[in-house]
Nanobody
Framework: QVHLAESGGGLVQPGGSLRLSCKAS????????IGWYRQAPGKQREMVGT???????NYADSVKGRFTISRDNTRRTTILQMNSLKPEDTAVYYC?????????WGQGTQVTVSS
């Protein structure tokens, strides 16, 4: 059974940093592309970035230069490092893995950027 669990969200002031983690089980983690997404109140879920099995990354324009995705295959964990946070980054953040024709999501972690 595939299970994804995000952690690390919280309240941070504008300009601050947060580090989110996503731990996976039930998949061959090292060969899967992992995605980070977010959903703000009243808005559709949007892609933040992805990381391939070879650690190639891709980011949404809105977070380029501020967010960094990495992975630790030994720990089956993906990290989303978020710097220079803005109020518009406030959202629930989810990790995602497409696996055997299905999309799997974690429960999400809330990030709030506010002074």
């Amino acid at each position: 059974q595939v299970h994804l669990a995000e952690s690390g969200g919280g309240l941070v002031q504008p300009g601050g940093s947060l580090r989110l983690s996503c731990k996976a089980s039930g998949i061959n983690f090292s060969i899967n592309t992992i995605g980070w997404y977010r959903q703000a109140p009243g808005k559709q879920r949007e892609m933040v970035g992805t990381i391939t099995s070879g650690s190639k990354t891709n980011y949404a324009d809105s977070v380029k230069g501020r967010f960094t995705i990495s992975r630790d295959n030994t720990r089956r964990t993906t990290i989303l490092q978020m710097n220079s946070l803005k109020p518009e980054d406030t959202a629930v953040y989810y990790c995602n893995v497409p696996f055997r024709g299905s999309d799997y999501w974690g429960q999400g972690t809330q990030v709030t950027v506010s002074s």
